[in-house]
């Protein structure tokens, strides 16, 4: 079945800085490629996805790349803010099979002000 | 509010005892789902449906564990028998099948004494 591996454990940034998160992924079928934020006590919330017919998305200051030859996909945020703070979890899945998403064990972002 | 919604929140029972769940998936979604995360770790799948049909069981899911969709709405997730390892949250997701995007519930934390 498809395991996912997900890096750093956890990352500390200043306000303003980037951050990058990586994921590895095993199962060459997966398609598709969701990130979720998880707030303390909160549920996992979808923040961007990528399916595998492209290399690249954008939304405003989330980036997420995919590189199906290597098997690994990034998240980036950049000029990042103190509400940036919080536990991010990549995913993969292959969407003929009904989405069964296979997650990473996070990533706990701290932004510094 | 027209989110996942979960039921309830938190609960703590005695080693032994019997819990149900409950999730109100979002309105026009066909697929719900049951998610289960412990601290540190991302959420593990335990199963799902499409409308009232559970189409797929993780092994995750002991005997003790049944989840149930009767009319293709609500669904229920039962522990019987509860031990001190059950403790988790319990995460319920739904989505449409056209755009496949998950969307998480706030969970149901339980805690087994």
């Known amino acids: 079945g498809e395991n996912v591996e997900q890096h750093p454990s956890t990352l500390s940034v200043q306000e303003g800085d980037s951050a990058v998160i990586k994921c590895t992924y095993s199962?060459?079928?997966?398609?598709?490629f969701p990130w979720y934020k998880q707030e303390l006590g909160k549920g996992p919330q979808l923040i961007i996805d990528?399916?595998?017919?492209?290399g690249e998305k954008k939304d405003q200051r989330i980036a997420v790349t995919l590189n199906k030859t290597a098997k690994h996909f990034s998240l980036h945020i950049t000029e990042t803010q103190p509400e940036d703070s919080a536990v991010y979890f990549c995913?993969?899945?292959?969407?003929?099979?009904?989405?069964?998403?296979?997650f990473g064990a996070g990533t706990i972002l701290r932004v510094k002000s | 509010d027209t989110g996942v919604s979960q039921d309830p929140r938190h609960k703590i029972t005695k080693r032994g005892q019997n819990v149900t769940f409950r999730c109100d998936p979002i309105?026009?979604?066909?697929?719900l789902y049951w998610y289960r995360q412990t601290l540190g770790q991302g959420p593990e799948f335990l199963t799902y449906?499409?409308?009232?049909?559970?189409?797929?069981k993780s092994r995750l899911l002991s005997d003790r564990f049944s989840a149930e969709r009767p009319k293709g709405s609500f669904s229920t997730l039962e522990i019987q028998r509860t031990e001190q390892g059950d403790s988790a949250m319990y995460l319920c997701?739904?989505?449409?099948?056209?755009?496949?995007?998950?969307?998480f519930g706030e969970g149901s934390r339980l805690t087994v004494l």
């Open positions: 997701a739904s989505s449409d099948a056209q755009t496949g995007e998950l969307f």
């Open positions: 199962d060459s079928a997966s398609n598709y």
């Open positions: 990528i399916r595998s017919n492209v």
């Open positions: 995913a993969a899945a292959l969407r003929e099979y009904g989405n069964k998403l296979v």
């Open positions: 309105s026009e979604h066909n697929r």
């Open positions: 449906f499409q409308n009232e049909a559970q189409l797929e």
